[in-house]
C-alpha cells in the first residue's frame, strides 16, 4: 500500500504544478494583451466641410487646422482613424442650415482598419 501512495501523491503534485503552469500561462497571455495596441473604439466628430488634411495625424487627434480650434474635416478624419489602432466610427455633426457638400480637391485616404463613416 505504501507504494500505491506514494505514486498517487506524485501524480497529484503533477497535476497541480500542471494547473498553476496552465493558469500563469493564461494570466501572462491575458496581461499582454491589455498592454497591446488594442483599445476601445474611438468616435471622431467631423464639424467642418472642408478639405484640409490633419496636421499631425499621428496623435490620433483630428484636426486640419490647428489655429482656429479643432477643425476635423472628413480627410483629416480618416487620417486620425487610420493612425490608431482598433475600430473607429466617423460622425458629422457640420453646423449647417441647408444641405451640406464636402468638394473634394483629391482622392481621399485609404482607409486601413475598420471604420464606419455614419453619414
Not at 501572462?28 to 467642418?48: D, Y
Given at each position: 500500500?505504501?507504494?500505491?501512495?506514494?505514486?498517487?501523491?506524485?501524480?497529484?503534485?503533477?497535476?497541480?504544478?500542471?494547473v498553476?503552469?496552465?493558469a500563469l500561462a493564461m494570466l501572462?497571455?491575458?496581461?499582454?494583451?491589455?498592454?497591446?495596441?488594442?483599445?476601445?473604439?474611438?468616435?471622431?466628430?467631423?464639424?467642418?466641410a472642408a478639405d484640409g488634411s490633419d496636421t499631425t495625424?499621428?496623435?490620433?487627434?483630428?484636426d486640419a487646422d490647428p489655429t482656429a480650434g479643432i477643425q476635423c474635416t472628413l480627410r483629416a478624419a480618416m487620417q486620425a482613424a487610420n493612425a490608431t489602432a482598433?475600430?473607429?466610427?466617423?460622425?458629422?455633426?457640420?453646423?449647417?442650415?441647408?444641405p451640406v457638400h464636402i468638394i473634394l480637391g483629391s482622392p481621399l485616404p485609404t482607409i486601413k482598419e475598420?471604420?464606419?463613416i455614419d453619414g
Open positions: 500500500m505504501t507504494n500505491t501512495k506514494t505514486i498517487s501523491t506524485g501524480i497529484d503534485r503533477r497535476f497541480r504544478t500542471i498553476a503552469l496552465a501572462a497571455a491575458l496581461l499582454l494583451t491589455a498592454s497591446g495596441p488594442a483599445r476601445a473604439s474611438t468616435t471622431i466628430i467631423v464639424n467642418s495625424p499621428a496623435n490620433g487627434v483630428c482598433g475600430a473607429d466610427t466617423i460622425e458629422f455633426d457640420i453646423p449647417a442650415t441647408r475598420q471604420v464606419t
